[in-house]
């Protein structure tokens, strides 16, 4: 068994800019089903292909990017999975528009972890409640 931590790709802090937050989703959905060893191996490469995760980029990408994205073997060649990262990011751009940011988003739900998950899951692609749950668990741990 593995020594990696559950949360490898972001530390958690008082405050997170949205593409923090994006940042840590990008990882869930890319663990789903392979796991994270193979996410670590190639983390580098997924960072550049989506632009450091920046939503406001990553929402703009067309099929043009996922067609190229799928001819680079330095990353996880998965076009649902790649597909989910766009649509979650013009999903965090919705959430954006709603609540100032995805961190409002969140403090939205004062505390009710069951129905933000619930929201999550509606409004999220390639992730199920257990990924929404590891996400949040990641990003609201604040640091020692």
């Not at 999220?124 to 749950?133: E, M, T």
Request: include cysteine.
């Amino acid at each position: 068994m593995s020594d990696i931590k559950i949360c490898p790709f972001v530390k958690a802090k008082e405050h997170m800019s949205d593409d923090e937050y994006f940042k840590a989703l990008v990882a869930e959905v890319f663990q789903v089903v392979i796991g994270i060893e193979p996410v670590i191996a190639r983390w580098r490469y997924i960072e550049r292909a989506f632009d450091g995760f920046s939503v406001d980029k990553v929402a703009k990408f067309n099929n043009a990017d996922i067609e190229r994205l799928m001819l680079d073997a330095r990353i996880i060649r998965n076009r649902k999975k790649i597909r989910a990262v766009i649509q979650n990011a013009r999903e965090f751009l919705k959430i954006k528009s709603e609540y100032g940011s995805f961190e409002s988003y969140i403090k939205s739900f004062e505390g009710d972890t069951k129905r933000l998950v619930a929201d999550l899951d509606s409004r999220l692609h390639y992730v199920g409640a257990p990924s929404i749950r590891r996400f949040l668990s990641c990003v609201t741990q604040k640091a020692a």
